[in-house]
């Protein structure tokens, strides 16, 4: 493990290296990348954090936990009896040092429980 500086861009992380290419995580940056050229809104990103199509078998990764698991795993919004997504948080900061943090939790079925919205500025 070591640090490294990366240039400036868009980057997705996952649970691998930097640049390990999930299908997740590409067509999340892919909607990231179609949020920035219109205009960024909280309900927008949460909707990409909502993906839940699953890759295609010929594009998982091979992690060891095998097909089934993989197959879960591969949403960007994961629901199973077992496993899932909790939360999705969204953080926006403008120009102007302010800050939307928004958060929306699921329950167990991968249904909206709750959401919570915090605005403030960040003081220099």
Known sequence: MSCCRINPGLYG???????????????A?????????????PESLFALLADSTRAKDKDLPDTGMGLEWERILSPVFIKSPDYGTRSSTVILIDHENRVLFSERT??????????VYYEFTIEK
């Open 106 to 115: 699921f329950d167990p079925a991968g249904e909206g429980c709750s959401d």
């Open 29 to 41: 940056k892919n909607g990231l990348r179609h949020c920035l050229d219109s205009s960024i809104d």
């Open 13 to 27: 992380i996952s649970n691998h290296f930097l640049d390990t290419l999930w299908p997740k995580v590409e067509r």
